[in-house]
């Protein structure tokens, strides 16, 4: 497998890493809430946008991908969030093999 080189250098955008935990509230179920687990750096790179439609609605999905140094921890259900957008990762892995840099493929939550 080809060894990866990123400039270390792209890794300026500060994000938060996020992790969904259940609260309980007064009528005996839960909500979710989402607790900071880091402050990382990365860099984020679009690498799809579609605007599907369905249901009589259109159904905008903009797909991303973001690569930060390498971390144990980091799954799918997380999110990243830098300033007000929001980005749910549904994977995360290391694309070399090296344990130098993670690549979390991600979808840009909606508000």
Same mark, same amino acid.
């Given at each position: 497998m080809r060894v990866q080189f990123i400039d270390p250098g792209a890794f300026r955008a500060e994000l938060s890493l996020q992790k969904a935990t259940l609260v309980s509230d007064d009528a005996g179920g839960h909500t979710e809430a989402w607790s900071e687990t880091a402050t990382i750096f990365g860099f984020i790179e679009p690498v799809r946008a579609a605007a599907p439609f369905g249901a009589g609605q259109r159904h905008e999905r903009v797909t991303h991908r973001i690569t930060l140094r390498f971390r144990t921890g980091v799954t799918g259900g997380m999110r990243i969030v830098r300033g *007000? =957008? =929001?980005?749910?990762?549904? *994977?995360?892995?290391?694309?070399d093999e090296t344990g130098r840099y993670l690549v979390c493929l991600c979808e840009e939550e909606q508000t």
């Open positions: *007000t =957008r =929001r980005f749910s990762i549904l *994977t995360a892995h290391d694309p």
